[in-house]
């Protein structure tokens, strides 16, 4: 009787209803997917509804062995995870504001911006600040999220004295050119030293003469090494690399921590790749591609770079299949493996598969951030060596099928961290950069099944407005079918049962 009364509109208003709703859980996990990188229904099912239906907790270790895997796998992933300034990062004055001026796009995120502060304050300012005038003023400055408010307390700062960490603000983000900034960097590195020597004496008198030693240290390697980087991009290159040198010999020296931040030999090897000094180049892998030092893209692609310079001339994959590779191109293609698995989104880059942007002030080693900095400055040099891109394009996807499942094991490195697309989504402008996701994710199945019902119910809703009488036949008989194992099941238990007690159940 309740399906004979039902009229056709009920059955377009419940397939538009259910259309609807089916429509926009899709359209909220199709965001939240782009987003997050995961399924919201999958994730609230492993995290809420599991425990409650008695899965097991994967917060709650089964054993003490277990317990120690995870915890060595959760260091593993900080410190896979770890964000680095970029050793070649830009000028914010001369190169990303002009960006901005020309296109009116903003090349730096605001938690990229507020990681270089945080670096700025480490760097450039001590506890004993307050003791100095100028120093008090540009310790305030440091924290000032407005550029301009920065800009004027640097040169309050200057007003008092000669400040190295005020000249440091103004060339890095009021300089317009590349010169100007040299300027304000020599200026600097004169006021500089000056803090440097007078520290230097005093370093063993205290804590706090300790301190501002290691702060003066800090100015100091930054301001040349800055220099270096403005001789570089004037073109005297020889000049930067001499001064580079000075700089790797100094850290080496000096046991101050933040130093090893600076990454000097990456700034080094580019240059010396300008300079197609490639046996210099050769010494500085050897001396910094040790197994016990953080790896990097500059130095995997900078050694597969080499190697592949031996052969790429004369390399033809036709003749490679013919006869077989040799022993240096076998070196050379395992050499592009290791770089590959390294950071996989190198290659799509430096082949120009995918355009480029300005680099980030920091970068996420293995992550797309760090394959746009690297391709950024280093393109060129695998451009200028002969049959290199060649034999990157028809090796590098090789490295997939060596690790089919990255994110589980790896071959020559750890396992590929899960937390690189997270992180580069907050380090890299999406509004006009697609970030590069490895291993490619599918799909979840609930965003398939919410598509295949909305499109389902949808289709549905259209037939039943336009074939209403048609529709309610095949509505009913389909709502029969449905019902009848159930109507059988019913028929057999009154059979069964007594039909007085049959009589009394229906009525409770």
Sequence with gaps: MFLNTLTPKFYVALTGTSSLISGLILIFEWWYFR???TSFIEQVSVSHLRPLLGGVDSGTPSNSNSSNGDADSNRQSVSECKVWRNPLNLFRGAEYNRYTWVTGREPLTYYDMNLSAQDHQTFFTCDSDHLRPADAIMQKAWRERNPQARISAAHEALELEDCATAYILLAEEEATTIMEAERLFKQALKAGEGCYRRSQQLQHHGTQYEAQHRRDTNVLVYIKRR?????RKLGRTREAVKM???LCVFQLMKEFPLLS??????????SLLELQNYADVQAVLAKY???SLPKSATICYTAALLKARAVSDKFSP???SRRGLSTAEMNAVEAIHRAVEFNPHVPKY???MKSLILPPEHILKRGDSEAIAYAFFHLQHWKRVEGALNLLHCTWEGT?????YPLEKGHLFYPYPICTETADRELLPTVFHEVSVYPKKELPFFILFTAGLCSFTAMLALLTHQFPELMGVFAKAFLSTLFAPLNFLMEKVESILPSSLWHQLTRI
């Design 261 to 270: 931040m600076f990454n000097i030999h990456e700034n080094l090897l580019e």
């Design 289 to 291: 591609d040790d197994i």
């Design 400 to 404: 997939f099928r060596m690790i089919p």
């Design 227 to 231: 220099l270096a980087m403005c001789s």
């Design 318 to 320: 036709e003749a490679a």
């Design 35 to 37: 987003k997050y990188g």
């Design 350 to 352: 430096l082949l120009e």
């Design 244 to 246: 580079m040198r000075d």
